[in-house]
């Protein structure tokens, strides 16, 4: 059975009136927040019908020197798994890290094979800062022993092509949009590029 269609989603920030549907998916999926402010989180929605596909979080952290942020709780909708949702959602969430100064993103996670493939590494728990030290302990705590600390830099981050498309559509590659420019139209001026003879 063919899932919902991808070709129409877009990542937004959370809204306040969001916070109970938020709050009960975190439930659903076993991802306890202690710290929750749904202002972190974004989600996926699907612009035709408002619904939503996934969420993620960009938590920061503040330590005795300074900040540093975490990817954390980051789920897809069962019907939507396996079209590149959640790698839009971390794509959002890793330009917002960017947009607020973060040059390295850190993530604790049970599935550090699906995060490496976005360019997150393994590093050593000893060289964690000092809040992801604790936060750490809590995800073992609640998600399993085996979560690792990874790190992004995050002008290494990409997509891969077969996510960026899956997001697309789940048969395939889409085709390339046109542009003003493939008209001959100059964007900037609104005005054709080329002298039609008129």
Not at 21 to 33: A, I, Q, S, V, Y
Not at 35 to 63: M, P
Not at 73 to 97: F, K, Q, T, Y
Not at 139 to 164: C, I, K, M, N, Y
Request: hydrophobic share 30%; glycine share 10%; charged share 35%.
């Amino acid at each position: 059975m063919r899932g919902p269609d991808v070709s129409c989603m877009h990542v937004r920030p959370a809204e306040k009136r969001e916070e109970v549907w938020l709050l009960d998916r975190l439930d659903e999926f076993g991802m306890p927040d202690p710290a929750f402010r749904s202002r972190d989180y974004v989600f996926a929605v699907d612009e035709e019908t408002g619904k939503k596909a996934g969420f993620g979080r960009l938590r920061v952290h503040s330590g005795d020197d300074s900040s540093v942020c975490e990817l954390t709780n980051i789920g897809v909708l069962p019907d939507w798994r396996g079209r590149g949702v959640g790698a839009h959602v971390i794509e959002r969430l890793v330009e917002s890290a960017h947009d607020q100064g973060f040059d390295r993103v850190f993530s604790l996670t049970t599935e550090p094979d699906y995060m490496e493939q976005f360019g997150f590494r393994r590093i050593d728990e000893s060289t964690l800062p000092e809040p992801l030290v604790r936060r750490l302990s809590e995800v073992r705590e609640t998600e399993g022993e085996d979560a690792v600390p990874l790190l992004l830099d995050a002008d290494e981050f990409s997509v891969p092509g077969r996510l960026r498309r899956r997001f697309r559509s789940d048969e395939g590659e889409s085709e390339p949009q046109e542009t003003p420019e493939d008209f001959g139209i100059d964007s900037d001026t609104a005005t054709y590029k080329y002298d039609t003879g008129g």
